[in-house]
Each structure stands twice: as C-alpha cells, then as structure tokens.
DNA sequence: CGTCAAACTGAATGACCATTCAGATGCCGT
DNA sequence: ACGGCATCTGAATGGTCATTCAGTTTGACG
C-alpha cells in the first residue's frame, strides 16, 4: 500500500507531525473531545505511538501548546518584519488579529486555551505567555508611533492594554461566528478604535488598503 | 440524622437545588469536568436523583443553562431598574460586568459558556443569546443619553458593539486573573473608553462614585 | 550481513463514569 | 388506614477511553 506517501508533506518526523495532528484536533473537537485516537488517526499513526513520544494525552496536549508558541512567535515577527512604519505595523497587527495568518488569529483556538487555562497550570502559562508577547508587540508598536509623531496618546501602556481586549472582544465574535461578524466588520471596528484611540489622523494612510487575504485550511 | 436541615437554606426543591448545584460546579470544574457525582454530593443528593429529573448528564447541563439565563435576565432588570439617568445606568452596567452581582460579571463561566458554544448546540444558543440581550441592554442605554443629550455619537450600534467587545476582552483578564487586572481596573479602564467613545463631558458626573462592593462567594 | 537500539504497532488491561434498575420511602386523596 | 404515584436511593451494568505491554519493523553502524 502506498499510504506512506502522505507524511512526506511534513517535515520534521513523526514526532512533529503528531504534534500538529494534536493542535487541529483540539482546534475542531477541544480539549475535552480530544482522545488519543482522534490524535493518531489524524497523525496517520497508532495510538501507542503518540503515547510511545509523549507518556500520556496530558502531556501530548501541553507539548503541542509548546508548538503554538513557537508558531506564534515566528509568524508575528515575520509579519511584523514586513511592514514599514507604525501605522502600516499596526494595521499588520489587524489583520494578523483578523485570521490572516494560520496562528495569531486562530481564535477558535484560543478560546479553547482561555477556558482550560482556568483549570490546567501548563495551559495557563502558554496563554500567559502568548497574550504578554501579544501586548508588548502593540506596545512597542504604539510607542514607535508616538516617537514618530504618528500618534498621540497620553498613557501608551492603557492604550495598549485596551485596544489588545477590545481585540479579544471582538474575536470571541468571530469564533462564535455571531452573525454580523466578519473579517472585515473586524478590521474595521478595531481600527476606528484605534484611530480614536491613537488620534491617527494623516489621512491619506488613515486605513491602509486590505492585502492579498489568504484563508486557512 | 439532620443532614436535612441543609437544604432548607434554598428554596425550589430538589430539582431546582440540583440545577444551582450543577451551575456551581461548572463554575468550578468547568464543563469538561463536571460528573454527575460531582453534582449530586453538591446537592446532598444521590446520582440516581440527577438522572431521574434530567435523564442525562447532557440534558442537565443545559437545562442549568436555563436558569442561568433567567438568574441574568432579573439580575440585570433589576440593576438597570435603580439606575436614573443615562450615565448612572452606564456607570452601573460597568459595575455589573466587573462582578458586582452573582450573575453577570460571572466570568469564568462565561468562559466556560464561550468554548462549549463552539461545540455544542445549547451552549451556543445561550451565550448567544444572552449576549444579545447584554448588547442590547447597552444600546439602549446609550440610545438614552443620546436622545438626553448626554452623549454624542454618530454611530451608536457600532459604539455599543464596540463597548461590549471591550467588556469581554477586559473580562478575560479578569477571569484568568492576569497580573494587573483587577474589578477596579476593570471599571476603570472600560469608563475611560465610555468617556471617549461617546463623548461624555459633564465633569461632575463624570464618574459617579463605587458602590458598596459586595463580594460572592 | 548481523546486531542493537529506537521507533512503532495493535491487542490487552483496567479505571472511570454515565446510565439503568429494582426496589424503598414519603405523600396525598379518600 | 390504604392505594397509588412521584420521589428518591445505591448497587449493578456496560461503554469508552487512557495506558501498558509483548512483540515487530526500521535504520544506523560495525
């Protein structure tokens, strides 16, 4: 049979691979519908496998959260690294927020790792983690702006601690995919706070045009 | 024995002793976590009981759900009754979300509602609509203090779209307890928002002074 | 080739839990 | 007091998993 011709598309070994199998069953089923066999199937392995790599479900669950980091992080500064200027940085941040990458805007996700944060320490350290870097990035962001004369704000540190929850707010939305919520109604809700909010006010880069918009999987 | 004076402390019977049960032990444990055991020792009952009044597990979680809605629903006539003025009321839906009450600002389960609505079909149609009824409650209240005049905003469904978004994202700090995030910054951080979003300039009542702050258990 | 360890499998094993059930117990009308 | 119904109990029952394990395959290295 031919079925192993399926794992060359990932690299990184079977280890890696059970790993990402991990994270898109927590992302469809959650933490609490997620078995070792839905883990194993969708890594086209055996159920000894995964418990062979990572001792038991707990563990599998709170190592593949280490790889979301790691996907966070990479994504978020190569994104940012793109952009040009604080403006077109923070609008870069909107759209990550929107669900233009495949991790920073996964909320469905991220809603999962609220709830369970509540109740396992590995997963509230992960989301501790990504929201701090989260925020620090707006931050600096923010701070940029201000250093530039982009933006006028009294208390950067509020500014950005605001529009970050606002963001959270709005994406809950989105997940639940309440009606009247879309990407774009998204995008733009957040940025008419933030040019409230940052008194952005050149207006010929008031709203920077949307990019290429690449839906995930 | 008396045991069985306990339970004249709530009101309603068995049945309606095992739904608080259930909601509190969600509160705690989360949905993932809750087993009929858990709530028939909560409600100095047997685990038969539970299943003879609900039949499933399943079907008392979410017929707890109902009364959760309804504990919201006269929590929040009830505030929202006291308040006179627009910005009293305003002032007074901010209190509400930061914890004043048993129901509304109870934002772990909130938590727990959100995940589960992604999974689950009666979960879904609570929080949704539940959260219509919040968003509502504050566009009306802001309809109010346009037409009073104390606010002025151009758009008011969005700036109370808005406002309720920040309101969750605040939330989730709160509820996971996130360093720096407390009831009073809450309130704090949210007003200072209301203020901007919908212009509010009388000074003196400004910011109405805290109530007496109860805490639950 | 042959050896050895790591990677891997699939069939037990056993724990945990929702659900079922056979039978108490209380209560209400008569 | 008594029949009958709703309420209630605690001990089975059975299903669903995580985890274990005895053994097979793979691949690196002599």
Redesign the interface.
Known sequence: MAIVAEEDKAPGGRRERILRSTIEVIRE?????TRVSDIAERAGTSQGLVLYHFGSLAQALSTSLTLLEDEFYTELDEELGQADGPIDRLWHMAELASGYGPAVGDW?LW??L??????DEDA?QA??SL?RRWRAALLTVIVEGVTAGDFVVSDPA?AS??L???????A??L??E?PGMTRATFTD?WW??AV??LQISDPKRDKPPRKRAKTRA
Chains 1, 2 share one sequence.
């Not at 609220?114 to 109740?119: E, G, I, K, T």
């Not at 970050?164 to 709005?170: I, T, W």
Request: aromatic share 6%; proline share 0%; glycine share 8%.
């Open positions: 089923r959650g933490f609490a519908g469905r809603l999962e609220w709830a369970r944060a509540m109740h509230r989301r501790e929201d509020r601690l605001r970050a929850a606002l963001m959270d707010g709005l809950i939305q997940a639940l309440d809700l008419e706070a409230l909010e």
